[in-house]
């Protein structure tokens, strides 16, 4: 990636983490597309790989935190132990669509047949929904405020085979949860 996208991949990520988190029920959808998107139940790979002719995953990070920079609040939706944080952006047909941020606490990296480190640029949402035991909690949505102006952010809890993880995504400008519901032809 360029200089100037790494920038904005830095104030992406902090923006991320400092969005006021709502339940869905008391959030003001911009659209309806947009609330679908934003309350996807499966996967959000799957629903983005049906909008493009390539799906592709840049992984900016993925590596161990300690439990003392995990944020008050993801330690609530998690435990008190170290993250495996995973950083990524979503690419359709070139275009960055989705910022990911996933911590995975070290107690939920055992005993899953998957090695979730290994992951590299395979959408984390692909392998996930292939367990037998896949469940999402804890749905929390938000807006980013970035330079770019503010941006819709989903949050939520998967749990893959009775184990949780924290995966959040902030929607990029040229996502296509902004596509207008009636665009003109």
């Given at each position: 990636?360029n200089n100037s996208m790494n920038q904005s991949?830095?104030?992406?990520?902090?923006?991320?983490?400092?969005?006021?988190?709502?339940?869905?029920?008391?959030?003001?959808?911009?659209?309806?597309?947009?609330?679908?998107?934003?309350?996807?139940?499966?996967?959000?790979?799957?629903?983005?790989?049906?909008?493009?002719?390539?799906?592709?995953?840049?992984?900016?990070?993925?590596?161990?935190?300690?439990?003392?920079?995990?944020?008050?609040?993801?330690?609530d939706l998690l435990s008190e132990e170290a993250c495996l944080l995973r950083n990524v952006v979503?690419?359709?047909?070139?275009?960055?669509?989705?910022?990911?941020?996933?911590?995975?606490?070290?107690?939920?990296?055992?005993?899953?047949?998957?090695?979730?480190?290994?992951?590299?640029?395979?959408?984390?949402?692909?392998?996930?929904?292939?367990?037998?035991?896949?469940?999402?909690?804890?749905?929390?949505?938000?807006?980013?405020?970035?330079?770019?102006?503010?941006?819709?952010?989903?949050?939520?809890?998967?749990?893959?085979?009775?184990?949780?993880?924290?995966?959040?995504?902030?929607?990029?400008?040229?996502?296509?949860?902004?596509?207008?519901?009636?665009?003109?032809?």
């Amino acid at each position: 990636m360029n200089n100037s996208m790494n920038q904005s991949i830095t104030h992406y990520l902090q923006a991320l983490r400092t969005i006021d988190w709502q339940l869905p029920d008391k959030f003001n959808f911009p659209s309806s597309i947009a609330q679908e998107w934003m309350l996807e139940n499966g996967s959000l790979s799957r629903l983005l790989a049906k909008q493009c002719q390539h799906l592709s995953v840049k992984l900016l990070q993925n590596q161990f935190i300690p439990k003392s920079q995990l944020l008050e609040h993801e330690r609530d939706l998690l435990s008190e132990e170290a993250c495996l944080l995973r950083n990524v952006v979503l690419q359709g047909d070139d275009q960055t669509w989705v910022l990911g941020r996933t911590l995975i606490p070290q107690s939920s990296l055992v005993e899953q047949g998957v090695d979730l480190t290994q992951q590299g640029e395979t959408p984390l949402g692909l392998t996930v929904f292939k367990a037998d035991n896949v469940r999402r909690d804890a749905l929390q949505v938000g807006w980013g405020e970035t330079s770019h102006g503010r941006l819709l952010a989903r949050r939520s809890r998967l749990w893959m085979n009775h184990k949780p993880m924290l995966v959040a995504e902030l929607f990029l400008p040229e996502a296509p949860i902004y596509t207008k519901e009636n665009p003109s032809q």
